[in-house]
């Protein structure tokens, strides 16, 4: 069995450009035919941000820092939207990637452990433009970043990772139980509220802010503030940095094991 893990782990390391070459090619699709094209897969997330922009800050009035009353409230928001859009956009559009390549998947010569891959990939695109899109926002209201700004790279890996370690598992699940999609949608509508994305942690009662913690998306929305708000390092949070990436070897280990266990059976089901 571990020797098969590891022989698909180096597989899916061999077929990288063909997981690049794919992706590219599903980020096209996804909005081809539509007059805008591409255009949509970024307004979205734009939109989104100015619903929520006007309604906590300009109707609610919300100031997120305590200790930085003006600081102001689109900036700390953007920072932790950006990667949850991306674990967001991966988890809906991956969870049912298996039944969209479907026709991929009955060949017996394709490597199926990367369509998974493809996806995520695909989502990373969009989550590479937020980015500039946040710096540029940053920059125009005057918080120009500092180099803490690049530590966003390392949070994005981390986010990447976690979504992998997911999807594998979902992805598998979906091809015999097909509710499994919008189970991970309804899901991730209420995760966003448990965690501290729209208020900030000293927002929610006493009694919830350790359990905001054990979400492994903490960490990562945390992160991308520390990089562009509070200017702290990652090696300042040794314990929660131990136990994001254990939280995410462990969920890696088990999406691989359920996904391996059940590739023999994709093509029969399909």
């Not at 479907?102 to 969009?126: H, W």
């Not at 309804?186 to 501290?196: C, D, E, G, K, S």
Request: charged share 15%.
């Amino acid at each position: 069995m571990e020797i098969k893990k590891v022989n698909s782990l180096k597989s899916i390391i061999k077929d990288r450009k063909m997981i690049l070459r794919l992706a590219k090619n599903d980020f096209k699709n996804k909005f081809a035919g539509s007059y805008f094209g591409l255009i949509w897969a970024f307004a979205q997330p734009v939109v989104i941000v100015s619903i929520y922009w006007i309604v906590f800050e300009k109707g609610l009035r919300s100031r997120p820092l305590p200790e930085m009353p003006d600081f102001p409230y689109l900036l700390w928001l953007i920072a932790g939207m950006c990667p949850w859009f991306f674990l967001n956009d991966a988890m809906n559009t991956s969870t049912n990637c298996l039944i969209e390549y479907g026709y991929i998947v009955k060949k017996m010569k394709f490597n199926i452990d990367i369509i998974p891959l493809i996806k995520i990939v695909s989502a990373a695109f969009v989550h590479c433009f937020f980015i500039v899109l946040v710096l540029a926002i940053y920059i125009v209201y005057g918080k120009i970043p500092t180099p803490y700004a690049f530590q966003m790279i390392y949070y994005s890996i981390g986010v990447f990772c976690f979504s992998v370690a997911l999807v594998y598992l979902t992805s598998a699940i979906n091809v015999f139980f097909r509710d499994m999609a919008q189970i991970v949608g309804i899901i991730m509508q209420y995760a966003m509220w448990v965690i501290p994305i729209m208020l900030s942690e000293s927002q929610y009662p006493a009694f919830m802010r350790p359990i905001l913690k054990i979400n492994p998306m903490y960490y990562i929305v945390e992160g991308y503030r520390d990089s562009l708000i509070r200017h702290i390092g990652f090696w300042e949070h040794p314990l929660q940095t131990v136990y994001f990436w254990a939280v995410v070897i462990i969920m890696f280990i088990i999406g691989r094991t359920v996904f391996t266990k059940m590739k023999p059976h994709f093509a029969d089901v399909m």
